[in-house]
């Protein structure tokens, strides 16, 4: 049955099955992914409608409204599509107010245009909004590269640690071998990623979409750093050797030289086709200054893009054995879950310190992210006596 089709207990009861289905061996996360999207845009298209429906059913009940023989195309431009009413400067200053006071009356006597607000319970999200999460994505490379889901709850992703080779049958020969197949599960297990920070009066007096955009753009970027710089610490710490619980990843002891990263690429697995080499700024230094050595011009990178993290030690000053580099495929290699969305949640505090006329902003993202294929990444460590 199509979605469109389904009822709503039909759709809610789909959206139970789903979170059970992604837990079974084998389960298309990506399909699953995509339709628990698809369902929750139409359950939010029927509130929609409904609100609506029910702020009509008021303005007549109270005496707005009047009958007529057909509606007039004035009456219905005036019933304005949300995004339009969401996305309209006095809907934005109001938004901007209600972030500073936490009031949602105030927010709805602001402006008459608020009427999902009344009968809907949340506020309606600009979309400005949504292109400034997206733009903290696309900021932080890392955490753009890498497979995002939203899936409720903890997630079960099984790896493969080893399995037998596909063979060639003959007709008439003998059945083939079962695959002897040795797998891991990874959990990844959601968790709070926060941020808050002090702002001064000045920066609240900001009006409408600069004040929005000004505090979250600042919040979200330091959240998504937060995120690739804890995924990043967590492949730095692999083990060369796959277990239950964990994907592996093979070690390239080498200082930076035009050929490091070769050997590095020369560690990963088939399914890691798409690599790319993570470290510090200055390490990156080093490997230009080995490149400029040669006399020649040599790509020591191997034309592979190569992405910033600051995270990573220097390799100057990083000890023996230390990872300094990461070369690796993160949208074969790692997963991001977002079980309550990839919005952040924001909580503004004007009263702790309020005698240094300084607010406290809250931000927040729960998440869980990992490596989850095998020999999706190689680490380059420092050798002795470098």
């Known amino acids: 049955?199509?979605?469109?089709?389904?009822?709503?207990?039909?759709?809610?009861?789909?959206?139970?099955?789903?979170?059970?289905?992604?837990?079974?061996?084998?389960?298309?996360?990506?399909?699953?992914?995509?339709?628990?999207?698809?369902?929750?845009?139409?359950?939010?298209?029927?509130?929609?409608?409904?609100?609506?429906?029910?702020?009509?059913?008021?303005?007549?009940?109270?005496?707005?409204?009047?009958?007529?023989?057909?509606?007039?195309?004035?009456?219905?431009?005036?019933?304005?599509?949300?995004?339009?009413?969401?996305?309209?400067?006095?809907?934005?200053?109001?938004?901007?107010?209600?972030?500073?006071?936490?009031?949602?009356?105030?927010?709805r006597s602001a402006t008459a245009l608020l009427t999902e607000n009344v009968s809907g319970g949340e506020i309606?999200?600009?979309?400005?909004?949504?292109?400034?999460?997206?733009?903290?994505?696309?900021?932080?490379?890392?955490?753009?590269?890498?497979?995002k889901v939203e899936l409720q709850g903890n997630l079960k992703v099984n790896f493969e640690i080893e399995g037998a080779d596909a063979v060639?049958?003959?007709?008439?020969?003998?059945?083939?071998?079962?695959?002897?197949?040795?797998?891991?599960?990874?959990?990844?297990?959601?968790?709070?990623?926060?941020?808050?920070?002090?702002?001064?009066?000045?920066?609240?007096?900001?009006?409408?979409?600069?004040?929005?955009?000004?505090i979250y753009d600042e919040i979200a970027y330091r959240i998504m750093k937060k995120m690739a710089?804890?995924?990043?610490?967590?492949?730095a710490a692999l083990p060369q050797t796959a277990t239950a619980t964990s994907v592996s990843a093979n070690i390239v002891k080498a200082a930076p030289a035009v050929g490091t990263v070769a050997a590095a690429l020369g560690q990963l697995s088939d399914e890691a086709t798409?690599?790319?080499?993570?470290?510090?700024?200055?390490?990156?230094?080093?490997?230009?200054?080995?490149?400029?050595?040669?006399?020649?011009?040599?790509?020591?990178?191997?034309?592979?893009?190569?992405?910033?993290?600051?995270?990573l030690p220097a390799y100057a000053s990083a000890s023996e054995d230390d990872v300094y580099a990461i070369v690796g495929d993160f949208r074969q290699g790692a997963i991001a879950n977002f079980p309550n969305g990839q919005a952040i949640e924001y909580t503004f505090d004007q009263l702790t310190r309020k005698k240094e006329d300084l607010v406290e902003v809250l931000g927040k993202i729960y998440v869980a992210t990992a490596p989850v294929a095998d020999k999706a990444f190689a680490l380059i460590t420092k050798p002795a006596g470098a």
């Open 274 to 311: 798409n690599p790319v080499v993570i470290m510090n700024k200055q390490t990156w230094s080093v490997f230009k200054a080995a490149q400029y050595a040669n006399g020649f011009n040599v790509d020591p990178f191997e034309g592979f893009d190569v992405h910033f993290n600051n995270s």
């Open 124 to 147: 309606a999200v600009p979309d400005f909004v949504y292109d400034i999460i997206k733009t903290a994505w696309d900021r932080n490379e890392i955490m753009s590269l890498v497979e």
């Open 1 to 107: 049955m199509e979605i469109k089709e389904m009822t709503i207990e039909q759709l809610e009861e789909r959206k139970v099955a789903i979170s059970s289905e992604v837990e079974m061996d084998g389960a298309d996360l990506d399909a699953l992914d995509a339709e628990i999207k698809s369902i929750n845009a139409e359950l939010e298209e029927r509130k929609a409608l409904e609100a609506k429906k029910v702020e009509i059913r008021k303005s007549i009940a109270d005496g707005a409204g009047t009958v007529v023989e057909s509606a007039p195309v004035e009456e219905r431009e005036e019933m304005k599509d949300i995004a339009e009413v969401r996305n309209s400067k006095e809907y934005i200053d109001a938004y901007a107010e209600y972030l500073k006071t936490g009031n949602a009356e105030e927010m």
């Open 229 to 235: 710089d804890t995924l990043i610490g967590l492949i």
């Open 168 to 214: 060639i049958h003959t007709e008439g020969s003998g059945a083939v071998t079962e695959e002897e197949l040795n797998e891991g599960i990874i959990t990844l297990v959601p968790a709070y990623i926060k941020k808050w920070k002090s702002f001064s009066d000045e920066v609240m007096s900001l009006r409408g979409e600069a004040f929005v955009r000004y």
